[in-house]
C-alpha cells in the first residue's frame, strides 16, 4: 500500500524559510518521479518542482532560485527546501509519486506566508 506523509508546514514571514519533508512508504524512489504541489485558496492545484528518478529536478517559474528539491533515498524521503518566502507561495503543499501506472497524493501540508 501506498502512503505518503508530508510535514513542515506552518506560518512563517515573507523572507522565511521552511523544509517541507514527504516521507514515503511502498514505492521505490528509483521507479517514480516525486513532485511537490501546492493549491492556493480559490486556485488551481500547480507543480511547484519535480524530481526523477534519474536525478534531475525542475522547478516553476516563480520558485527557481529559491526551492530546492531533494530525496534522501535511504530514508524513502523527498525534501523541499523553500528559501525567501512570499505571501504569494502561500498553500495547501501536496507530495506527489508518479509512474507510468498512474499518481499517488499525500494529504498536503500548510503553508501561509505573511507580509
Known amino acids: 500500500q501506498v502512503q505518503l506523509v508530508e510535514s513542515g508546514g506552518g506560518l512563517v514571514q515573507s523572507g522565511g524559510s521552511l523544509r517541507l519533508s514527504c516521507k514515503a512508504s511502498?514505492?521505490?524512489?528509483?521507479?517514480?518521479?516525486m513532485g511537490w504541489y501546492r493549491q492556493a485558496p480559490g486556485k488551481q492545484r500547480e507543480l511547484v518542482a519535480t524530481?526523477?528518478?534519474?536525478?534531475?529536478?525542475d522547478y516553476t517559474r516563480s520558485v527557481k532560485g529559491r526551492f530546492t528539491i531533494s530525496r534522501d533515498i535511504p530514508k524513502n524521503t523527498v525534501y523541499l527546501q523553500m528559501n525567501n518566502l512570499q505571501p504569494e507561495d502561500t498553500g495547501l503543499y501536496f507530495c506527489n509519486a508518479h509512474n507510468r501506472v498512474g499518481d499517488r497524493w499525500g494529504q498536503g501540508t500548510q503553508v501561509t506566508v505573511s507580509s
Open positions: 511502498g514505492i521505490f524512489f528509483g521507479l517514480y518521479t
Open positions: 524530481l526523477a528518478p534519474g536525478g534531475e529536478t
